[in-house]
T-cell receptor, first 112, second 115 residues
């Protein structure tokens, strides 16, 4: 079946470090891919998205490239800030129903 | 401002009681969704609705019920049949499913505690 796998957390980094959060997926067809961010006690916010192979989504310094050959959508940021501390979810949408399938989430902790 | 509201933010109930969680959106979105989030886990889909007066079960619908009488409202009832109701519940909405570039917008969530 369709699924999303993220690297386990927590990921702990110092401010200004480089961030990578791995995400791989299993899906039939050509899913759309998303990264959502959840700050403590809040709902999810869309961070970025890509709808076809080789698309790069970017927002607020975060980037992810839709790699069909490796079925991956890794999240990267060149220099993290304390304010980036949150839980990050990778998700895919694979059908016209609009249903999203989420990974388990990766907690990022950025220390000053 | 357009958005999704969920109320209340925290909800406490005794075991055996039904409880209804509110979700309202003013984004004019056709589709609405309910997810459940447990610690350390991703979101799991409970129910979704693509149009008024129609809804479908998600992956974990047992013990839950919904209605969609109005476009802007999609309340979720957690019944006494739900074995582990304590969780964080998130509502989302989107433009009509089938549009490849559409995205889901989420509400702030309701944390339900059943004792």
């Amino acid at each position: 079946g369709n699924s999303v796998t993220q690297m386990e957390g927590p990921v702990t980094l110092s401010e200004e470090a480089f961030l990578t959060i791995n995400c791989t997926y299993t899906a039939t067809g050509y899913p759309s891919l998303f990264w959502y961010v959840q700050y403590p006690g809040e709902g999810l916010q869309l961070l970025l998205k890509a709808t076809k192979a080789d698309d790069k989504g970017s927002n607020k310094g975060f980037e992810a490239t839709y790699r069909k050959e490796t079925t991956s959508f890794h999240l990267e940021k060149g220099s993290v800030q304390v304010s980036d501390s949150a839980v990050y979810f990778c998700a895919l949408r694979w059908s016209n129903t609009g249903k999203l399938i989420f990974g388990q989430g990766t907690t990022l902790q950025v220390k000053p | 401002d357009g958005g999704i509201t969920q109320s209340p933010k925290y909800l406490f109930r005794k075991e055996g009681q039904n409880v209804t969680l509110s979700c309202e959106q003013n984004l004019n979105h056709d589709a609405m969704y309910w997810y459940r989030q447990d610690p350390g886990q991703g979101l799991r889909l409970i129910y979704y609705s693509q149009i008024v007066n129609d809804f479908q079960k998600g992956d974990i619908a047992e013990g839950y019920s919904v209605s969609r009488e109005k476009k802007e409202s999609f309340p979720l009832t957690v019944t006494s049949a739900q074995k582990n109701p304590t969780a964080f519940y998130l509502c989302a909405s989107s433009t009509a499913a089938g549009q490849r570039t559409y995205e889901q917008y989420f509400g702030p969530g309701t944390r339900l505690t059943v004792t």
